[in-house]
């Protein structure tokens, strides 16, 4: 039973990672499409891990967590 519920788990968890990246790549009508650095920032935001972002975004997760890094760099240096 347990069995069942973790597969079940992880085909909803696919799902929803390709509701986001979908809704990502989605350009808005009026405004310019989100940089891939934004769309780092707010799924880190959301509070996903690099591994999930990566998996998301389809970068490698040296890559995101390199952007996280300057991200954090930026935020710092703005104080």
């Known amino acids: 039973m347990k069995n069942i519920?973790?597969?079940l788990l992880e085909d909803i968890?696919?799902?929803l990672?390709?509701?986001i990246s979908l809704l990502l790549q989605s350009k808005p009508?009026?405004?310019e499409e989100i940089s891939l650095r934004?769309?780092?920032?707010?799924l880190h935001g959301f509070g996903l891990?690099?591994?999930e972002i990566s998996e998301i975004l389809q970068r490698s997760?040296?890559?995101?967590?390199?952007?996280i890094f300057e991200l954090?760099?930026?935020k710092n240096f703005k104080k």
Do not use: A
């Open 72 to 74: 954090r760099k930026l």
């Open 13 to 15: 968890k696919k799902r």
């Open 17 to 19: 990672e390709v509701m």
């Open 49 to 51: 891990k690099p591994k």
């Open 29 to 31: 009508r009026d405004s």
């Open 38 to 42: 934004n769309q780092i920032r707010l």
């Open 61 to 67: 997760k040296t890559y995101i967590n390199k952007e």
């Open 5 to 7: 519920e973790e597969n």
